[in-house]
């Protein structure tokens, strides 16, 4: 098995990032409502994860770590209708592979904490007890120590912490109403609280994209047959040098997809904003059953029923509300 999860560990673990997505969202379908992630070494020494989920019961907790143990499918028919965000059961077993894992627990039931470490060793970890507050903390160590080649592929410390902060960003962005803070090497890089009204949802995108995004932006919100758009668009005297700054969620899971883009695109540029490249942190909820989210775990792709009405919806939506902010149109 050990052999077995280091070569799923290849499909999913990849590099710090990838381990902090499994672990964000694993503490996200445990109903946290607070996370603390702390960093060493752009995740690589360290991955630290806490949360005040409701935790894994004392049995549970080596079963966690196999693979193909997932708490969150019983039936195919779960299968079909996946509301949680992990649901393959192998991220734990997979990182535990190829990392120091200590993964402690306390159950909202429980009236103790206890913990498993592993290795990377192919042996059934012991459960001891610990102290833990209500919810689970994982902690990975020295990612990749006993599978150099693949230590090979990391870049600079910089770097992996840059795709990890991207991570958390995104899911930060997922859940205005989760608690999250940010600590690299003993540097806190953000806290953000819970964000329950309109004014905290922009400060956290403030905060999350910077200030001067949402200074100069356009914030949309528009509902059509079934269909809702809102959230900030980039306006033409907001340039981005570096990375792109466009996060499309819908119903809450960020996504990558074609259709959008171009819808996003073609708004951009008929409103003659011609070449500028769009910027957009933008929520589009809709019936969970017209559109699948669930084409490929690590893929950001969504397939819609309708395609076409999104796109129109997309397109129509920010073309009126750019083209009433186009210099000289005022008030057309
Ligand atoms: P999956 O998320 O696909 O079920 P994982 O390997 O990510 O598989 O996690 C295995 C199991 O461990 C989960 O199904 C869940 O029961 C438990 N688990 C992992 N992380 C947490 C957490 N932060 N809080 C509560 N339970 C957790
Ligand atoms: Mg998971």
Redesign the pocket.
Known sequence: PRLANQIAAGEVVERPASVIK??L???L??G?TRIDIDVEQGGVKLLR?R?D????VED?LP???SRH?????RDLDDLERVA???????????VSSVSRLT?T?RAASADQAWQVETEGRDMAPRVQPAAHPQ??T?EVRDLFFNTPARRKFLRTEKTEFAHLEEVVKRLALSRFDVAFSLRHNGKTIFSLRPANTEQEARRRVATVCGPAFVEQSLQVDSERSGLRLWGWVGLPTFSRSQADLQYFFVNGRMIKDKLVAHAVRQAYRDVLFNGRHPTFVLFMELDPAVVDVNVHPTKHEVRFRDGRMVHDFLFSTLYRALADQRPGDAGA
């Not at 989920?53 to 894994?56: A, D, F, M, P, Q």
């Not at 143990?69 to 499918?73: D, E, F, G, P, V």
């Open positions: 499994e672990l969202e694993n503490s379908d445990a946290a994860v949360d989920g409701g935790g894994i549970d079963l966690a770590l143990a997932t708490s969150k499918i949680t965000l992990g649901f393959r059961g192998e991220a734990l077993a997979s993964l627990s919810g689970t994982v």
